[in-house]
């Protein structure tokens, strides 16, 4: 047996706070593409909600087709309250050894990755961001894809900024 080998006992209010600390909020204008995206699933949802009793070969009662087109917006209206109710709890976290994202109002997550177990960075823009200004960072670790961190609706020159770092981190510790 090793006589230097220790494992302490670290008790839970010693360990560092995360939560307490202060996220920076992505950008607000993010919101909007969340709610185009729910728009447009309505948009497919409602034409399908028409066609149903057709591939059905049945002729439905108007009620139900009503009931189902009532359904698809109802569930639009609650999915665009959740997520403006919501939207403050996204933020993100630099800290001197590790990256965190946290996220959600039902079902929270709050992921942090150690800058040591990155391999390498990405910054993406799709067709509305990139029309907004905003960007993607995705960071992939060394473990599963489950491990990686993505944070959507940062200001493109705040990203590139926080890709940069990033990178510059991984050839750091190499």
Not at 18 to 25: A, C, H
Not at 62 to 68: E, I, P, V
Not at 123 to 146: D, F, H, P
Not at 147 to 154: A, K, N, R, S, T
Request: overall charge positive; some cysteine.
């Amino acid at each position: 047996m090793n006589p230097d080998f220790t494992n302490s006992i670290i008790l839970p209010e010693n360990l560092p706070q995360l939560e307490g600390t202060g996220f920076n909020p992505v950008d607000r204008k993010y919101i909007w593409i969340l709610y185009i995206r729910y728009f447009f699933w309505t948009a497919v949802l409602i034409p399908i909600a028409w066609i149903f009793p057709v591939i059905l070969k049945e002729k439905a009662p108007d009620f139900l087709l009503w009931a189902l087109i009532g359904l698809v917006v109802i569930s639009m209206i609650a999915s665009m309250v959740v997520t403006k109710i919501g939207f403050t709890c996204r933020g993100y976290l630099i800290r001197e050894k590790d990256i965190a994202y946290k996220r959600g109002l039902i079902r929270y997550k709050l992921t942090s990755i150690p800058f040591n177990r990155i391999q390498h960075v990405e910054l993406n823009q799709g067709v509305l961001a990139k029309r907004m200004g905003l960007a993607t960072i995705k960071v992939y670790t060394a473990g599963s894809s489950s491990d990686d961190l993505e944070i959507p609706g940062l200001p493109i020159e705040t990203a590139g900024q926080i890709r940069e770092f990033l990178t510059g981190k991984i050839s750091a510790d190499e």
